[in-house]
């Protein structure tokens, strides 16, 4: 069976196709990005502009050709927070829908974080332990933790690298006053999350998903080998910090030739670096390592797990 995830998020409209199969693991064939950023789309009641909507059309529109040329059998279709926290969201869901010619899902803060945990539970496996994981994406921060595969706690923060950028950082390159007013206004947001996830057990693993954590540990962090070979980027605070005021002189024209910051993340690659650095503090991380696996999987998997996969009678 042919499974297709249109993940409408932030920053991007990203489809991802893959094939599955009882008891196996889901393979991917194709992955379609359009960048969009959101956020440059706000208007001054938080609702998503003309061009916003315009260019999110589009967007689906293509991600459902797409879809239909690689023989998708089902496209499971979820918009995150910039969709769900617009202030016209209700108008822009509608006409995402009649692009789509089906339902839309639209996710909470909390779910979200859920079905990346998932993803995450998976790629480690049940030998990894308690694991504390962090998902940034364009609009939010995610936080979840837990021993299996459903999370203990799970959190959502209004601190995702394209909010906080618009909110903070609107000046190229940014100075380091209004750097350090986002690392206070992070602080602040994340205190009382930080005594929840406090009262858990001590995490065995510490993981970083989502494109924003993968590009940074591309920039500051290391390989180390992993089990079957397969290689294990790590990321250390210490490093991160170190970065920051670094990356802040740097003009987003110049970022993205700096290791791992890719044209569609050099916009919003300080604030996320800020808002990765104060979760880690405020939950005494000094090192996460990152997982390849984030919120389309967890979507893909959780919808298998609700397919009847019984075998027919004879």
């Known amino acids: 069976m042919r499974l297709g995830v249109l993940d409408i998020g932030s920053n991007t409209v990203h489809l991802l196709v893959a094939d599955v199969r009882p008891g196996g693991r889901p393979l991917a ?4 990005r359009t ?3 959101l956020m440059r789309y706000l208007g001054p009641a938080g609702e998503i502009t003309q061009e916003g909507v315009d260019a999110l059309v589009a967007a689906v529109a293509d991600a459902r050709r797409v879809a239909a040329s690689e023989n998708v059998d089902e496209l499971l279709a979820t918009a995150t927070s910039a969709v769900r926290e617009a202030a016209n969201g209700p108008e822009v869901i509608a006409l995402i829908e009649d692009a789509l010619g089906q339902p839309l899902q639209v996710l909470g803060g909390e779910t979200e974080a859920r079905y990346t945990f998932l993803a995450v539970r998976r790629w480690f496996g049940w030998a990894a332990g308690q694991i504390l994981l962090f998902d940034i994406g364009g609009g939010s921060l995610e936080i979840a933790a837990g021993p299996d595969e459903l999370p203990e706690a799970a959190a959502s923060v209004p601190l995702g690298a394209g909010r906080m950028t618009v909110e903070f950082l609107p000046h190229d390159p940014p100075g380091e006053e209004s750097v350090e007013r986002l690392r206070a206004h992070a602080r602040a947001t994340l205190a009382p999350v ?8 001590h995490p065995d693993h510490v993981v970083g998903s989502s494109k924003a954590i993968r590009s940074l ?3 500051v962090g290391y390989p180390v080998p992993g089990w079957s070979g397969i290689e294990r980027m790590l990321l250390p ?3 991160l910090g170190s970065w920051i005021p670094r990356l802040a002189k740097i003009p987003a024209s110049a970022r993205q030739e700096l290791p ?3 044209p569609d993340r050099t916009f919003q690659i300080v604030a996320g670096a800020v808002v990765l650095h104060e979760a880690m503090h405020a939950l005494d991380v000094d090192e996460l390592e990152v997982s390849p696996w984030a919120l389309r999987e967890g979507v893909l998997l959780r919808y298998i797990e609700s ?5 027919p009678a004879p």
């Open 29 to 32: 064939t194709t992955s379609r």
């Open 35 to 37: 960048v969009l950023r």
């Open 194 to 201: 930080a005594e929840t996830f406090g009262r858990l057990a």
């Open 217 to 219: 540990a591309k920039l």
């Open 237 to 239: 605070r210490a490093s």
């Open 260 to 262: 791992g910051i890719t």
């Open 307 to 311: 397919l009847s996969w019984s075998t």
